[in-house]
């Protein structure tokens, strides 16, 4: 089982052009993206979060049941559920402004244990930067890879959210010890003003990098470099691109039995190829679509 840990809100998505278009409610959260992209995959999956009893949390439990995640791990409280604001541009990237005040997913504390048959637990977004949530996380991660759990981590940066952008850099440097795959954006690797050797230097097995349209990346420990191009298509917005990235990685090593840092290091060139054409081939079909909504296993084969 692959448990996805972090936060779950409710997208607000404009309908149209300026300030005032329509917005429309979604589904979203990296976290929670990822983790519904793993149930559509076909992976078993399970969500791990606090998540509010209101109607937008009903909803978004209901969204995951619906493609097999697992929720029994999800706390459950009486605030309300965190609302993000999209804002598209010409080449359909997203921003977002956070309403996150007293929310329900800023409450999160850590569980006395994961589910029976975790393999894997992914980390990343708003969740690793909250507080108090955020050093409840930071706790879980670190239990995780303590006992040998294949440990993810997508910070997929919110620099609105980052009170303090060196204490988060110096932050995000103490938790690659506890990470076998570092998953993120070019934008993300630039903001953070490291390198893909630095990091894996630091502890993480893998570290693979998006660049959009241009593709993936990925870089080794043994110094080897694997790349692959974009897969073209009409791009509706990119929203849960990224998401989607990180549940086809987990997704593809979990098929191909390597979800530990000493199987990784031995997928070859063959392997990481088709794991990273079969990500980007994923992505694009998010973005093919409006809003955060992964491909199902069917729609890749």
Not at 17 to 22: E, F, M, P, R
Not at 96 to 120: H, I, K, M, N
Not at 240 to 248: K, R
Request: hydrophobic fraction near 45%; charged fraction near 20%.
């Amino acid at each position: 089982m692959i448990v996805v840990a972090g936060e779950a809100l409710i997208d607000l998505v404009p309908q149209g052009t300026g300030a005032l278009a329509g917005l429309k409610p979604a589904l979203g959260g990296g976290p929670y993206n990822t983790a519904l992209a793993l149930g559509r995959l076909g992976s078993p999956a399970a969500f791990c979060s606090r998540v509010s009893s209101d109607a937008f949390g009903e909803a978004l439990l209901d969204g995951l049941r619906r493609e097999g995640v697992d929720v029994t791990a999800v706390q459950r409280g009486p605030q309300p559920t965190t609302l993000a604001v999209a804002t598209i541009d010409t080449h359909g990237s997203a921003a977002y402004s956070f309403y996150v005040d007293g929310t329900a997913d800023r409450l999160f504390t850590a569980p006395p244990a994961l589910p029976e048959q975790t393999r894997a637990i992914s980390f990343g977004t708003c969740s690793l930067v909250l507080e108090p949530g955020a050093s409840a996380y930071e706790e879980l991660m670190r239990t995780a890879a303590a006992q040998g759990v294949f440990t993810a981590l997508d910070p997929n940066i919110r620099e609105g959210l980052i009170a303090d952008a060196d204490a988060y850099r110096t932050r995000f440097k103490s938790w690659l010890p506890s990470v076998s795959l570092l998953k993120l954006s070019e934008e993300d690797a630039l903001w953070l003003g490291g390198t893909p050797r630095e990091w894996l230097a630091a502890g993480p097995a893998a570290v693979v990098i998006t660049q959009g349209g241009d593709g993936l990346t990925a870089f080794t420990r043994d110094g080897a470099v694997h790349s692959v191009p974009g897969e073209k298509v009409d791009v509706v917005d990119t929203i849960g691109a990224g998401d989607t990235v990180n549940a086809a990685l987990l997704h593809g090593l979990s098929t191909r039995d390597v979800l530990t840092p000493e199987a990784l290091a031995g997928l070859g060139a063959d392997g990481w190829a088709d794991l990273l054409r079969f990500a980007a081939r994923a992505a694009a079909i998010t973005c093919s679509r409006a809003g955060a909504e992964p491909p199902y296993a069917a729609e890749l084969a």
